[in-house]
């Protein structure tokens, strides 16, 4: 069982957009920064999100981070076939790192 | 070119031991925050270990006591001694370095990641 906890699962058709949810407590989320991952089938991880809300150089506007208390949200807009992939959220907690569980978007 | 390689997977025993190696370029290691994190097979993603600028360790609960971190910074390389080896150590353990001007963690290098098997 994961800390943080995300949705299992979300899907979209091309060009909509998708939220996903990461919610965790005050001693992971509320009190530090959350950055987000996409995992493509069979490649290591990605940086999508840092610092809640920061976007490395390469990564496209359609993707954006957001925190409010002890959740954070990741937004894709634009939604393309080539954004289906597991997608993690991370943050620290207490002297170690943690991970949601993961949500796997489709895009139909 | 920025780029971190695993190496020193493979097939061990149950309470064997294994070192897990990952050569930098690009960058020095001992200015930036190096972690591992680890994938088990058909899971999601696991937090291993952190090794700060500072020379400073920590681990998850999971690995602490059996588990050690380090790095030759003349060689540019991170080191994961792994000991006591369990099944539930069957992962993909991918090398990352955290962001260097983002808030820990923030991994934006990986490694192509190296699969350590544990099994009679």
């Known amino acids: 069982q994961s800390v943080l906890t995300q949705p299992p699962s979300v899907s979209a058709a091309p060009g909509q957009k998708v939220t996903i949810s990461c919610s965790g407590s005050?001693?992971?989320?509320?009190?530090?920064?959350v950055s987000w991952y996409q995992q493509l089938p069979g490649a290591a991880p990605k940086l999508l999100i840092y610092?809640?809300?920061k976007r490395p150089s390469g990564i496209p506007d359609r993707f954006s981070g957001s925190k409010s208390g002890t959740s954070a949200t990741l937004g894709i807009t634009g939604l393309q076939t080539g954004d289906e992939a597991d997608y993690y959220c991370?943050?620290?907690?207490?002297?170690?790192?943690?991970f949601g569980g993961g949500t796997k978007l489709t895009v139909l | 070119e920025v780029q971190l390689v695993e190496t020193g997977g493979g097939l061990i025993q149950p309470g064997g031991s294994l070192r897990l190696s990952c050569a930098a370029s690009?960058?020095?290691?001992?200015?930036?925050?190096m972690s591992w994190v680890r994938q088990a097979p058909g899971k999601g993603l696991e937090w291993v270990s952190v090794?700060?600028?500072?020379?400073?360790?920590y681990h998850a609960d999971s690995v602490k006591g059996r588990f050690t971190l380090s790095r030759d910074n003349s060689k540019n390389t991170l080191y994961l001694q792994m000991n006591s080896l369990r099944a539930e150590d069957t992962a993909v353990y991918y090398c990352?370095?955290?962001?260097?001007?983002?808030?820990?963690?923030?991994?934006?290098?990986w490694g192509q990641g190296t699969m350590v098997t544990v099994s009679s």
């Open positions: 690009g960058f020095s290691i001992s200015t930036n925050y």
């Open positions: 610092d809640n809300n």
């Open positions: 090794i700060y600028s500072s020379g400073s360790t």
């Open positions: 005050s001693s992971n989320i509320g009190n530090n920064y």
């Open positions: 991370g943050t620290w907690d207490t002297m170690r790192g943690v």
């Open positions: 990352a370095r955290d962001h260097p001007t983002g808030n820990y963690p923030a991994f934006d290098i």
